[in-house]
């Protein structure tokens, strides 16, 4: 009986210690996983700008090579005032593009149609201005001029600003 006392005492003991040196190590690493705990990485909202803006040229926009008559103009000068939805830490570059060029709501001849896009390139909360001009080139034919007098010109200009890299 002595022995099966101590044999069962040994038993209960190996198990005990076993159960002791577990949690001794899941607290050990636990102790590990709650440091890196403290790395954190908080990521914010960021200030975005991204806008698409359909633009109608309107009045009698001629060729610099043809003769000025009244209500014609030779370019057509469109300004935008551009700024970010909040301030950034660094200003961004911005980027301005024009497309979807259309003449009478066609494409042939788009490329008669000159826009030049000027300003200052980069942007924050403060603003900046730039600066659309549109002309148009000298039709090469008189059929050409003819699909094309009287007709309304548009495009699409695309505002982006993006982080400087």
């Given at each position: 009986m002595k022995q099966s006392l101590l044999r069962t005492s040994l038993v209960v003991a190996?198990?005990?210690?076993?159960?002791?040196?577990?949690?001794?190590?899941?607290?050990?690493w636990d102790r590990l996983t709650t440091e890196d705990k403290d790395n954190t990485v908080i990521?914010?909202?960021?200030?975005?700008?991204?806008?698409?803006?359909?633009?109608?040229?309107?009045?009698?926009?001629?060729p610099k090579t043809a003769v000025l008559g009244v209500g014609e103009v030779y370019e057509?000068?469109?300004?935008?005032d551009v700024k970010l939805s909040k301030e950034a830490q660094e200003d961004l570059v911005l980027n301005v593009?024009?497309?979807?060029?259309?003449?009478?709501g066609d494409d042939t001849y788009s490329d008669l149609v000159n826009i030049e896009i000027t300003g200052d390139f980069f942007v924050n909360a403060s603003g900046t201005k730039i600066t659309?001009?549109?002309?148009?080139?000298?039709?090469?034919?008189?059929?050409?001029?003819?699909?094309i007098?009287?007709?309304t010109i548009t495009f699409d200009l695309t505002f982006q600003g993006h982080a400087q890299v």
């Open positions: 190996l198990i005990l210690a076993l159960i002791g040196l577990t949690a001794s190590s899941f607290a050990y990521i914010g909202e960021g200030a975005e700008l991204k806008v698409t803006k359909n633009v109608t040229v309107t009045g009698a926009l001629i057509v000068v469109l300004e935008y593009e024009a497309s979807n060029v259309l003449i009478g659309v001009t549109v002309t148009l080139t000298e039709p090469t034919t008189s059929e050409i001029y003819e699909a007098f009287g007709k």
